[in-house]
């Protein structure tokens, strides 16, 4: 071979080794995660390479592989599942649910190993293989520290996800044989927090109060009082209670009792409350129409106060954890025994009020999408007029018509104008304090102390109360009606001096008792 043959081959073997060097070179940069992958195994098998562990087996049955399920194996099963570390094990099994589509779950694979972390300790959990059960790896020095808490923290979320799995139901008290007794069917309602149409500082406000309540079981142990949190929604009909109470019931996680009190016969309201289970949330409906009578069962309103005073917050309403009770009432707190409506009993007030204009903004933003339309100001002029609609109303219309926005905005436009106040009594309802239009949000009267409830609830009633005196309270228009009897009294006395008496002017006398004593004292 010639020296051009030979520099030919010699050119051919360099260009092939810089490209293997390039391919190897590209190989690594595309790579470089993996190489770090490979680098923290490395350092990891190093670090338990030098560690003492101890090994604690979770077996699947108990006893000696021939008892009953172990439930703590069900639990770390399920919290295992829930790792995010379990994405990064060498191997997983994905199971789907029969019960719900589209619904995929990891479960550790048989021989590898899930990490996991708590109170600064490292712990690694192992599938053992052949359906054994789980081991659970500690290190010897962290062991008597953290393995007990470890457990408790394990139970404690298997049992929360469970909670939140399971399918809630819906159980109504009926009577029967002289024993109450319940009938149930799963509970579907489809309402949330999230999509209820409510002014978003109350409903961020009741939502804390809510998750404050779920994780307060130490806090109220501490006090020694019973776990229980209650509510009370009023209104008029069609303002949302009920469905508040279903996206409530949602949001806890929580098997709704739905007690109907109108019920007569052998039914007594403790026994019901006895037979309802924990994490629950108890449901009484109307209950000033109740309270008020018209059951034509003869039961006079003082029993029937005695009866709810005593399912409120006597002994048998202590013999269950984990419960929010939630009443309502469609007539107002009027004519209802303050002894009901005291904290304790009724812990958190809140006040559902007709729709105004920002109400309808909501709902329109749920039902139909809309954010601003041409027709707002139309829709605005009327509710600035007066015109007041109740949600359910407002949604009816707004569903009704959801195929075409603007004849949903139309609808709505009609509807305010036939339920506006005619131009007669409108200058009344400016300067009546009584007749002002309800507010557009519902009024949060409930605190997280349950004393200050009620003189936030008497402060709003000396607020809003047309009257003044009664109590040591004074209405808006006391003040004027303090100037004009002072004026009365001074127009009096310029009268008398003159000798001319007055006809009729019950202002003017000093005592208030009318111009016919006046004359009298003046002859």
């Known amino acids: 071979m010639g020296p051009d043959g030979g520099g030919v081959g010699g050119g051919v073997i360099g260009a092939l080794v810089y490209g293997a060097l390039a391919v190897v070179a590209l190989r690594l940069v595309l790579s470089y995660k993996s190489a770090a992958h490979a680098l923290r195994r490395a350092w990891r098998w190093a670090d338990e390479w030098a560690q003492a562990y101890q090994y604690y087996e979770v077996p699947r049955l108990a006893g000696d592989g021939g008892g009953a399920d172990n439930p703590l194996f069900r639990k770390a099963a399920a919290y295992v599942a829930s790792l995010p570390s379990l994405e990064d094990a060498d191997a997983a099994c994905v199971l789907s649910s029969a019960a719900k589509s589209n619904d995929f779950a990891l479960q550790l694979g048989p021989g590898h190993t899930a990490r996991d972390a708590f109170l600064g300790a490292r712990l690694a959990w192992t599938n053992a293989g052949d359906g054994r059960g789980l081991v659970l790896r500690v290190r010897r020095h962290d062991r008597t520290r953290v393995l007990r808490p470890y457990l408790q923290h394990i139970e404690s979320v298997a049992d929360e996800m469970e909670a939140r799995r399971r399918e809630l139901r819906l159980y109504a008290n009926a009577t029967g044989d002289c024993a109450p007794r319940w009938t149930s069917a799963p509970f579907t309602h489809p309402a949330t927090l999230d999509t209820v149409a409510m002014d978003p500082d109350l409903k961020a406000r009741v939502r804390a109060d809510l998750e404050s309540f779920l994780k307060g079981r130490a806090y109220y142990h501490r006090l020694g009082r019973v776990w229980r949190r209650s509510y009370l929604l009023y209104g008029a009909p069609g303002t949302g209670k009920s469905t508040f109470a279903a996206a409530m019931a949602r949001f806890l996680g929580y098997d709704v ?37 018209g059951n034509g069962d003869g039961e006079t309103a003082a029993a029937r106060t005695a009866r709810v005073l005593s399912f409120m917050d006597g002994l048998s309403s202590c013999c269950g954890e984990e419960r929010v009770m939630v009443f309502t009432m469609s007539r107002g707190k009027d004519g209802v025994d303050p002894a009901v409506l005291r904290p304790g009993r009724l812990d958190v007030h809140i006040h559902f009020t007709m729709c105004d204009f920002e109400g309808f903004k909501a709902l329109a933003s749920n039902y139909l999408g809309l954010k601003d339309h041409k027709l707002y100001p139309q829709v605005e002029e009327g509710f600035h007029a007066g015109a007041r609609l109740s949600p359910a109303e407002l949604g009816e219309i707004m569903l009704a018509n959801r195929g075409s926005t603007s004849r949903a905005l139309r609808t709505v436009i009609s509807a305010l104008q036939h339920v506006a106040p005619s131009p007669s009594s409108a200058q009344p309802q400016r300067t009546s304090t009584a007749a002002r239009p309800p507010r557009l949000t519902s009024r949060w009267s409930g605190h997280l102390d349950g004393a200050s409830a009620a003189a936030s609830e008497e402060a709003s009633a000396a607020e809003q109360s047309p009257r003044g005196g009664g109590g040591g309270g004074f209405a808006k228009d006391a003040p004027i009606r303090e100037i004009k009897k002072l004026y009365g009294l001074i127009k009096y006395r310029s009268r008398k001096d003159a000798g001319v008496v007055p006809v009729d002017d019950s202002a003017a006398s000093p005592n208030g008792r009318g111009s016919d004593v006046s004359s009298e004292k003046d002859r």
């Open 257 to 293: 009792y739905d007690i109907d009190l109108s019920r007569g016969g052998c039914d007594d309201l403790r026994a019901l409350l006895l037979d309802t289970t924990p994490r629950s949330l108890i449901l009484v409906e109307d209950l000033d129409r109740y309270l008020r009578g």
